[in-house]
């Protein structure tokens, strides 16, 4: 009994216990699945991805870009869902980080109604499911749009109908290219100014004025020739024609409602992050930079956020994981991503379950490794750096 | 000394001052508090502004427009859609008075502009029955005006929606249903289209007193009509046993109930260790009433009603006194669980036992009676151990003897014919009938059974891949880890998906599992990696020299991870646990996507796409959402009141 009191071989044992159990169950579940597939004639055959899928069109809802239509073979619609919920996780990432930063910094306002608000606020969206709130948004706000022949247009430009939100789309004239290269160059003179910026600051402590010159060069300097050339652009607003309005933007109501009710939910957990992660700098920090002669922005700016970001930033990298999955209740109010279009109706047209279960699992555990890298990069460009 | 003396007595100290007048009082906290700086100034009106109107109309529109009465969404609607008909019809005759008023009033001059002008004139006339005449045709063609050919278009529309609210009323009157007055009136003098002929008449006669007469009715229909277009908690009142136990066969629903009150029972003893014993035996013998009254009257238990839950009240209530709070703990984590699969799916335990004479019913009242013996007994030595006398807790065993010699032993009741003991009938009765599982349950007994078990089966599993995780052999911490990232990698839905369409196939052939089981084994397996990440930032807490200690007394794997480092560990993760819980409970909504009728299923697809409460949907998420903000913010006031107490006060 000597060997049965070894570590060394009580450990070994121990995992070749359960590794034979875990190899066991899985030959016992993929021969039952096997037979089970094989009874409702589902087994794995042939490339279901090029056959032809048959539901409704399917476009890339808010640019437009790219539509498939009914009889498109099935990976365009694998493509073009995967698509929308790229585009929505990205936008609802945007808008949720700078609302819950936002209501985040209000939570520590001195001012007694400012932070009660944030409270009233953070507590009311935390509480409630995020189904819960996409419903309800669609339900309050975008339900009652009125039909396009009942609709009114705001300003000549904008119009809120239950067809979607209509808005002005810019159609660019000869010449906008230059523009837009103007605007490219902008951006790359801005990258290289903060760069020359630092490197002075680094040798002789003198501050350029970064701030005012990128704005200049990335904002002023391509209107500035948008101007010159004359205005390359023509605004196309959306028109009555028949039972629907044409032209312009569109914005479906179930986008708007996703992405609102995406933003606010996500925004009450970020708002939570954020004031734990200012109110996590010692407070002998923000005493010091004030005592350096430090006016208030330059403290925050300076001192207290840059510490802040490195408790921020791993959770806030765990809200947006959850943002993009939780994307995947878009299947309520019918915004075609993956899960609504590939998991749903073509998963029910199609029975192939396993596939399609498998390849949506794929993707976002693709996705999540994604965003943990590149968040993971950010976290080490803000990472405390020891000499 | 002397000139000390006399200058002391020289000073005059000056009086003490007020604080200057903007440091103290309302204005001065006002100041502070609101106005402090400029962004201030900004922001507190800005904020007040958006609190205030948001506030008002939430509050108008849930609770001052708001209606409950009625049997379906018609009764709710017609106020609204009456308002709205008032005012088109104000609009179209406002224009037709003005437009009599102009010289356009010969025959062929409206001829010449109908046809030469309103195609979409000629469109609408030909519509039948409630198309517009010819000036009112004429008067949105003049005037151009967009409101009054929308009122136009719309009138007959909304007036025939009207006539078919109004039949549906009255074709489906509801028993208990009361109309509101306003309501009555419009149902009662249903032919809105008297008051429009009378207003009609008078413009044509142009007689401005008859106008203003017939007008001022109108009016009175639209303020009535405004005031009570709000929220239509009707819905919420009709369906309210469906929202609660879903399609649970409604003369079964004491059973539930029962359960609910078992598990309050539990709560009372173990969420709230901290009470004194008498307030604790007190809420026990409240509960325990409360289930023998909710038992007996479910199972339609006449005369031995009033004795059982006097029995079960005492009963528990002294079973309370004498059990701490690890062996209620051990009772009810092992006990509840079966009882509630008993009682919520079948209850067999009457037909294992049939007593079929009077032997029977001795048998089972001298045990009785020796258990209560029993107890009685050790409560007597424990009184002469201790040398307090206690005559309250005496009187009681005293009383609880008398009424177990009586229910059992001596109360016949005649039952067919023949004579049973109450207990007997009690028994008897308690033949329960089988429930489904699949599409009966429902409400919030499926979310909270979801939750639950959840709850129960999270924790235990999430410790174990946390410490798997973090085992040093690369098997079993290559297989954890791989588990809680991959499960933490995707959306919960597919999840449930997974369970809902892969799990039948992964079973072998013949075997199936109810919906609700598949998706409790997916919510739990979900919950667990969380809790299990959970579980690991506790465990990583704790300082290495915890173990290394535990290992120098030789400990051995297991006795350190459950005496040193798991009680540290969970404490320290209290919060995280609570909200991984409340995470939990908010995500079985979701179970509504795979088609279980959990509260939100139940809303969204028995509720609103019947034909009754079709387009409530703000009133039925509302009530919802609501329902989940409660007991999601009571959850996490209790995580915080948990966390302070158990705080063993060593950190600072």
């Known amino acids: 009994m000597d060997l049965l009191s070894n570590r060394r071989f009580r450990a070994i044992a121990f995992q070749v216990i359960v590794l034979v159990g875990f190899l066991g169950a899985l030959t016992y579940i993929t021969n039952n699945a096997i037979t089970n597939m094989r009874a409702l004639n589902i087994l794995p055959k042939g490339n279901f991805l090029s056959e032809p899928g048959s539901v409704d069109n399917l476009s890339w809802v808010a640019l437009d870009l790219m539509t498939v239509s009914a009889r498109d073979p099935i990976w365009q619609f694998l493509v073009g869902s995967a698509i929308n919920t790229i585009y929505i996780s990205i936008l609802g990432i945007f808008f949720a980080t700078v609302l819950g930063f936002i209501i985040g910094v209000m939570r520590l306002s001195p001012n007694w109604l400012v932070n009660r608000f944030a409270l009233v606020y953070v507590e009311t969206f935390r509480n409630v499911p995020l189904l819960l709130w996409i419903l309800l948004i669609n339900a309050i706000v975008f339900l009652p749009w009125p039909s396009p022949k009942e609709a009114l247009p705001i300003f000549d430009a904008f119009v809120a109908s239950n067809r979607g939100l209509y808005a002005p789309r810019g159609m660019p004239l000869d010449g906008f290219s230059i523009v837009s290269y103007v605007f490219l160059l902008g951006i790359i003179a801005a990258i290289v100014w903060s760069f020359i910026a630092r490197r002075v600051q680094a040798k002789s402590g003198n501050q350029l004025p970064v701030f005012w010159v990128n704005l200049g060069l990335i904002v002023g300097l391509p209107l500035a020739v948008f101007f010159a050339l004359g205005g390359p652009l023509e605004w196309e607003t959306p028109e009555l024609k028949g039972f629907n309005y044409r032209g312009g933007v569109k914005l479906l109501p179930q986008f708007l409602a996703l992405l609102t009710a995406l933003s606010l939910y996500t925004a009450s957990f970020i708002a939570e992050i954020v004031r734990a992660g200012i109110l996590s700098v010692n407070k002998g920090q923000r005493e010091a930079a004030s005592a350096l002669g430090l006016r208030p922005n330059l403290v925050m700016n300076l001192v207290i956020i840059p510490q802040a970001l490195r408790v921020i930033i791993p959770p806030l990298t765990s809200q947006y994981l959850n943002l993009t999955k939780n994307s995947s209740l878009a299947i309520v109010v019918g915004y075609q991503e993956i899960v609504a279009v590939f998991m749903g109706t073509i998963l029910n047209q199609s029975g192939r379950a396993v596939e399609i279960i498998g390849m949506t699992m794929a993707f976002y555990l693709s996705i999540s490794l994604l965003i943990s890298f590149i968040m993971n990069l950010y976290n080490r460009s803000v990472a405390l750096k020891e000499r | ?652």
């Not at chain 2, 151009?144 to 719309?154: D, F, I, K, M, Y």
């Not at chain 2, 290394?548 to 009680?567: H, K, V």
Request: hydrophobic share 50%; proline share 4%.
């Open chain 2, 1 to 652: 000394m002397a000139d000390q003396d006399k200058t002391g007595a020289n000073f005059v100290p000056t009086p003490p001052r007020d604080a200057p007048v903007n440091t103290v009082g309302m204005g001065a906290m006002i100041k502070k508090n609101l106005f402090a700086g400029p962004v201030s100034w900004v922001a507190t009106p800005v904020l007040l502004f958006i609190i205030v109107s948001v506030l008002w109309h939430v509050f108008s529109w849930g609770l001052l427009r708001a209606t409950n009465h009625g049997a379906s969404n018609r009764t709710c609607h017609l106020a609204e859609r009456t308002s709205l008909l008032s005012q088109h019809e104000i609009t179209i005759l406002m224009a037709d008075k003005l437009l009599l008023s102009k010289s356009y009033q010969s025959q062929d001059q409206r001829q010449f502009w109908v046809d030469s002008q309103s195609t979409w004139g000629r469109f609408a006339l030909g519509t039948l029955g409630f198309g517009p005449s010819y000036g009112e045709l004429l008067t949105a063609e003049i005037m151009g005006n967009r409101e009054v050919s929308r009122a136009l278009s719309q009138r007959a529309e909304i007036l025939a929606t009207i006539n078919k609210d109004i039949e549906f009323i009255e074709r489906n009157p509801d028993p208990d249903a009361t109309l509101h007055p306003g309501l009555a009136n419009v149902v009662a003098g249903k032919d809105l289209l008297a008051g429009r002929e009378a207003l009609k008449a008078a413009v044509t006669a142009q007689d401005p007193v008859a106008f203003e007469a017939a007008r001022s009715e109108f009016d009175d229909m639209v303020h009535w009509g405004e005031a009570h277009n709000g929220a239509c908690w009707t819905v919420v009142k009709r369906r309210w046993q469906q929202f609660m136990y879903g399609f649970y066969p409604k003369e079964q629903v004491w059973r539930v109930a029962t359960t609910a009150l078992l598990l309050l029972l539990g709560g009372l003893s173990l969420l709230w260790p901290g009470r004194s014993s008498a307030s604790r035996s007190l809420s026990a013998a409240v509960v325990g009433g409360l289930i023998g009254y909710t038992v007996s009257s479910g199972v339609g238990l006449a005369s031995g009603g009033l004795l059982l839950a006097l029995a079960l009240s005492v009963g528990l209530a002294l079973l309370y006194e004498q059990l701490d709070v690890g062996k209620r703990g051990l009772i009810f984590f092992l006990g509840f669980p079966l009882v509630a699969i008993w009682l919520l799916i079948r209850f067999s335990l009457p037909q294992a036992i049939t007593l079929p004479s009077t032997w029977g019913q001795w048998v089972f009242g001298l045990i009785m009676m020796a258990i209560w013996a029993l107890f009685f007994w050790q409560s007597w030595q424990r009184q002469t151990q201790s040398h307090s006398f206690k005559p309250i807790t005496n009187l009681v065993y005293l009383a609880v003897g008398v009424l177990t010699f009586y229910v059992f032993l001596t109360v016949r009741v005649d039952v067919d014919g023949q004579q049973l003991s109450s207990f007997q009938e009690l028994l008897g009765r308690l033949r329960l009938s089988d429930v489904e599982v699949d599409n009966v349950w429902g409400g919030l007994l499926a979310t909270a059974v979801t939750g639950l078990t959840g709850i129960a089966v999270s924790l235990p599993l999430g410790v174990i891949l946390a410490l798997g995780r973090r085992s040093d052999l690369p098997i079993v911490s290559t297989f954890s880890t791989g588990f809680i990232e991959f499960v933490r990698g995707v959306p919960l839905i597919t999840i449930l998906f997974m369970a809902s369409v892969l799990l039948p196939l992964f079973l072998p052939e013949g075997v199936t599992i109810n919906k609700l089981f598949r998706a409790l084994v997916g919510v739990s397996l979900f919950a667990s990696a969380y809790m299990a990440e959970v579980i690991r930032g506790g465990l990583q807490g704790l300082s290495k020299g915890q173990t290394e200690g535990a290992d120098s007394l030789g400990l051995s794997y297991w006795q350190t991870q459950r005496f040193i480092i798991l009680p540290q560990a969970l404490k320290i993760s209290i919060p995280g646990i609570v909200n991984t819980f409340i995470g939990l409970y908010k995500d079985t909504t979701l179970l509504s996507i795979i088609g279980i009728f959990d509260l939100l299923g139940v809303g969204s697809r028995s509720v609103l796409p019947s034909l009754e409460w079709a387009r409530l949907e703000a009133e039925v998420y509302a009530f919802i959402a609501l329902f989940f903000f409660v007991s999601c913010f009571f959850m996490s006031r209790y995580s915080q009141h948990l966390e302070r107490r158990l705080a063993t006060g060593h950190e600072h």
